[in-house]
């Protein structure tokens, strides 16, 4: 997403509405807010095709999308200012478990669409093992330690190496050769090294006995939910719509993203080339549906960040008592299969 990064300050500018919010930064009770994570980007899609086909409108819905700034998602809408975000499994895990009052109404993303990158010509790293001694450049988030020490464990290896946290300009220390490696989205940095010239080799985290994960969920507030159940379905359902297309028939879907948020992107092909893997890979269940949570996945990753110690409670403490996970998430608002 380094294209969609280079643009975020002119981007956090843009606020994306139905037709029948216009252009406005209305806080009103009949607008739903919605928080995005990053800049907008293919992870996104789903919520513009909403915007763009009239599915929000057609269920006499407001929505006001609150463009990216450095508050994460998670934290706007548990605080109350906004009613859904973009948020992971993995970030929702920690969220709620510290007492935010999140839950997860909806997973676009069914896998991981990360994994452990090195540049393709890294001979001397042919599977996480050799990863012990290097260099990762790194993001900071919570957990993200754990989980690459273990696949590199499960390769054989120790799981001890050099951390450097660079944030957006990890990519870029990958590619130079500054670090060794990284995590990169597949659909995103995947497409867009290919695209430079500096093409990458992946480690899928799932080919080494770790447990697959929603790489992408939809955060709703607790308490907004049990005070609007007709609106929240309402809402839950269009945005489902708007997934559901976006994995149905991705060329429209990446063209609907594009059209809503003109001048974004300075290389369209990356956009449909990227909605059409999500398209294949990641967003259909096994039933070819989008959206719904199973409570097997969310326990297999959220016991593990468990077991790791790596989850705290609000007042910071480790967690001593493993939650119930089917707390973290909810199917009720999708519609019937």
Known sequence: ???????????????????????????????????LDWTPNTNHTGLY?????????????N??????????????????????????????????????????????????????????DRD??????????????????????????QVIKNDGGTGEYETVVLGTSAYEAVYSGTADFTVSYFAWEGIEAEHSGTPMKYFDYTDYGFPDAYALT??????????????????????????????????????DLIDANPGTFTDESLVFESQEMLAAKYMKDASGEVGRQSLDKWTAYSKFLYES??????NGAPLTTEPDWSTYFTNDYLGDR
Not at 76 to 101: K, M, P, R
Not at 218 to 233: F, Q, T, V, Y
Not at 309 to 314: E, I, K, P, R, S
Request: proline letters at 4%.
């Open 309 to 314: 110690g790596v989850l705290a409670d609000q």
């Open 49 to 61: 095709v909403a915007l763009q086909e009239g599915y929000f409108a057609d269920a006499g819905l």
């Open 1 to 35: 997403m380094r294209t969609a990064r280079i643009l975020a300050t002119l981007a956090a500018a843009v606020v994306a509405t139905t037709g029948l919010a216009g252009c406005s930064e209305s806080t009103d009770s009949d607008t739903i807010r919605f928080a």
């Open 63 to 120: 929505v006001e999308v609150l463009p990216y700034n450095n508050t994460a998602a998670d934290t706007l809408v548990d605080a109350g200012n906004a009613e859904f975000g973009i948020s992971t499994q993995s970030s929702g895990v920690f969220a709620t478990s510290a007492g935010a009052q999140t839950v997860s109404v909806l997973a676009p993303l069914q896998h991981w669409a990360t994994g452990i990158g090195v540049r393709a």
């Open 218 to 255: 939809i955060s709703g507030n607790e308490p907004w939910l049990a005070a609007h159940p007709d609106e929240a379905k309402k809402f839950v359902q269009a945005l489902q719509r708007g997934y559901q297309l976006a994995a149905d028939d991705p060329d429209r879907a990446a063209q």
């Open 124 to 149: 001397d790293i042919p599977s996480p093992k050799a990863l012990d001694g290097k260099v990762y450049a790194g993001f900071g988030e919570s957990g993200e330690q754990a989980g690459l020490q």
